[in-house]
T-cell receptor, first 110, second 115 residues
């Protein structure tokens, strides 16, 4: 089975930096995905980490520590359009199964 | 690339009626997933297929739910009979599974309301 833990909600100011954490326990591990979901829309792929360390992609970066079962998504220079839910999804040993965390709702304020 | 296509976008039905949700995955993707999303339970994996074969349906809530994938370009999720607690957004997603980093691509979802 899987245990995925994320904060329920966060608030940050436009232009600031915010870090969204995810801890997980899986039976086997084949990398971790982050998805963004705007209200009323489908989740969309943001990033994938399979090795430890930081992966940077523009304003968004994702970090993974496999030994700690921990990942975070770092959003820089926040914009209002970044207001969304961010979902963490570790891919377990049985690679085909994708379970998602409950998501972190990020509110960006002016 | 048209993306994953789901129909209908919205479905309102009365308790006891049969509901059929449809999904066309991205051409060439060999894995297909059905999810259900509610405020209370988040995004739940119901069932997934690999090469049109159901691999794991342990997430299907009960016998009222069934899913089929008769060919590589079409899948259905059926609820019979429907109940108010089935009200949710149902997402279909597909993946190429070419490598470990192959992400899921989601359809726009079907918002189901059972009264």
């Amino acid at each position: 089975g899987q245990n995925i833990d994320q904060p329920t909600e966060m608030t940050a100011t436009e232009g600031a930096i915010v870090q969204i954490n995810c801890t997980y326990q899986t039976s086997g591990f084949n990398g971790l995905f982050w998805y963004q979901q705007h209200a009323g829309e489908a989740p969309t792929f943001l990033s994938y980490n399979v090795l430890d360390g930081l992966e940077e992609k523009g304003r968004f970066s994702s970090f993974l520590s496999r030994s700690k079962g921990y990942s975070y998504l770092l959003l820089k220079e926040l914009q209002m359009k970044d207001s969304a839910s961010y979902l963490c999804a570790p891919a377990p040993g049985n690679f085909n199964k994708f379970y998602f965390g409950s998501g972190t709702k990020l509110n960006v304020k002016p | 690339d048209a993306g994953v296509i789901q129909s209908p976008r919205h479905e309102v039905t009365e308790m006891g009626q049969e509901v059929t949700l449809r999904c066309k995955p991205i051409s060439g993707h060999n894995s297909l997933f059905w999810y259900r999303q509610t405020m209370m339970r988040g995004l739940e994996l119901l069932i997934y297929f690999n090469n049109n074969v159901p691999i794991d349906d342990s997430g299907m809530p009960e016998d009222r739910f069934s899913a089929k994938m008769p060919n590589a370009s079409f899948s259905t999720l059926k609820i019979q009979p429907s109940e108010p607690r089935d009200s949710a957004v149902y997402f279909c997603a597909s993946s190429s599974q070419e490598s470990l980093g192959s992400p899921l691509h989601f359809g726009n979802g079907t918002r189901l309301t059972v009264t």
